[in-house]
């Protein structure tokens, strides 16, 4: 059976997609980016006057994604500690690899699923993050 999932915390879905599905006891979770619920605001970024970016914190966006995948997981009846993989999306490696793996080392110091990290050229919004996560219910 085939549950789809919504978090009224999370950020609305930028497309024709749930926040999550749940199949089995296994819950995956859909593209999760930094974006706040019910605004266009997205943390740690700052944008010209054509919606470019021209600077981000790359910091501030680790923790607000994080944030939201929590926010995901609890509305889906799941929780941080239930995550078995994570694959990350970044905009810049270079630059922002080192930054991310310290913070993500700070939210997993006890539960430490798979994780895959790949560079990629844009994101659908001015992000520079996203999180695709497996976790059980």
């Known amino acids: 059976m085939n549950n ?3 978090s009224n915390e999370a ?3 930028v497309g024709a997609y749930p926040h999550a599905r749940k199949v089995g006891n296994l819950l995956f979770l859909s593209g999760v980016g930094p ?3 019910g605004s266009k605001e997205i943390p740690g970024v700052t944008l010209d006057a054509t919606g470019l970016i021209v600077n981000y914190d790359i910091a501030t966006q680790c923790h607000s994604v994080f944030n939201n995948v929590k926010l995901i997981l609890e509305a889906s009846g799941s ?3 239930n995550l078995v993989d994570v694959t990350v999306f970044l ?4 630059k922002d690899f080192a930054t991310f793996n310290k ?3 700070e939210y997993f110091k006890e539960n ?3 994780r895959t990290t790949v560079e990629i050229n844009a994101l659908p919004t001015p ?3 996203e999180l695709k996560c497996i976790a059980t219910v």
């Open 35 to 37: 974006r706040k619920r």
């Open 79 to 81: 929780k941080w500690e």
């Open 112 to 114: 430490q699923p798979c």
């Open 127 to 129: 992000i520079a993050i």
């Open 103 to 105: 913070i993500y080392a």
């Open 4 to 6: 789809v999932i919504s």
């Open 91 to 94: 905009t810049n490696m270079k």
């Open 11 to 13: 950020p609305e879905p």
